[in-house]
């Protein structure tokens, strides 16, 4: 028993799908195995593009195993049928990995190797983006799910474009200066999938402020843009203070600019203490403290 590789070219090999080789598989292609119980396995199945041969030694053996008379067979061997990827194939597969309903795939170039048997998958997060421009292409890696739990790796080159809404800047969009509804305009544009995304509704993009100036008629991109200050510096904010069921409130004045979410340092004007909070929102901040043990006071 042995593997041989793709150089065992005088030996025609039987096709079998399965992860074991058993005598149905071989019965037709090799007459002495139709004695034995359609059931018998002989070994594993090779992987794709490999080749086993069984020699008549062996095959004595398994047959003096089996109890099953035979005379000797030829030797013969088995492999795995593989094939090329089928173009429209591999691009309705792209198509549905992309889960989007109005989307066009152009292939480039894919993997041109043969390929075994099965589905073809394409995890979105295998999707590279070549470019930002409108002729982006993607690589995406994917792979063939054989057998019980085989994945043979595959890959393709593509632009992949769906139809999707787009918000675009009305005017010349000023860096650092909140954004207004007046100044976008929506429309549903063709756009590659991948890469970075613009905003698909004005409630993204209203109120941020572009670090840099957008020119008008440029799609706004939401990684182009930062949240605005909820509080600044100096600011008097209202804390709700919370430990258990116990509730305080007290006024301070900030020590920092802060967005939703941040922790920034409030001093509280009537003892001159300091201490940090989290804005939660304009002029507003909280402070969750641990509830004391129970039973002490």
């Not at 941040?262 to 403290?289: C, M, Q, S, W, Y």
Request: net charge positive; glycine share 10%.
């Amino acid at each position: 028993m042995m593997l041989a590789l793709g150089f065992w070219t005088a030996m025609a090999c039987v096709p079998v799908e399965g992860d074991r080789v058993v005598a149905r598989d071989l019965a037709a292609a090799v007459p002495a195995l139709a004695q034995w119980p359609p059931d018998t396995e002989l070994g594993f199945t090779p992987a794709p593009g490999l080749r086993r041969v069984f020699r008549s030694a062996e095959l004595q053996r398994l047959a003096r195993r089996q109890g099953v008379p035979t005379e000797p067979p030829a030797e013969f061997c088995v492999e795995r049928p593989t094939a090329p990827l089928v173009p429209e194939v591999l691009q309705a597969s792209l198509a549905a990995a992309a889960g989007e309903p109005h989307v066009r795939v152009q292939l480039l170039d894919w993997s041109r190797y043969p390929v075994p048997q099965g589905p073809l998958e394409f995890p979105r997060a295998s999707a590279v983006s070549e470019g930002t421009g409108t002729e982006t292409a993607v690589l995406w890696k994917g792979f063939v799910r054989y057998g019980e739990h085989g994945r043979f790796t595959i890959w393709a080159r593509a632009r992949i474009e769906v139809r999707a809404p787009q918000v675009s800047a009305g005017e010349e969009l000023a860096a650092g200066r909140p954004i207004q509804p007046g100044q976008l305009r929506l429309a549903t544009v063709t756009r590659p999938l991948f890469g970075p995304q613009p905003a698909g509704t004005a409630g993204e993009v209203v109120g941020r402020i572009p670090r840099r100036p957008v020119p008008a008629g440029a799609p706004v991109y939401l990684n182009q843009l930062d949240v605005p200050w909820a509080v600044h510096s100096g600011d008097p904010v209202t804390v709700q203070v919370t430990s258990g069921l116990a509730h305080l409130r007290l006024e301070g004045i900030a020590g920092g600019d802060g967005r939703r979410g941040d922790l920034i340092p409030v001093r509280n004007p009537v003892t001159g203490k300091t201490f940090r909070a989290r804005v939660e929102g304009t002029g507003n901040a909280a402070v969750d403290l641990p509830a004391a043990p129970s039973g002490e006071k």
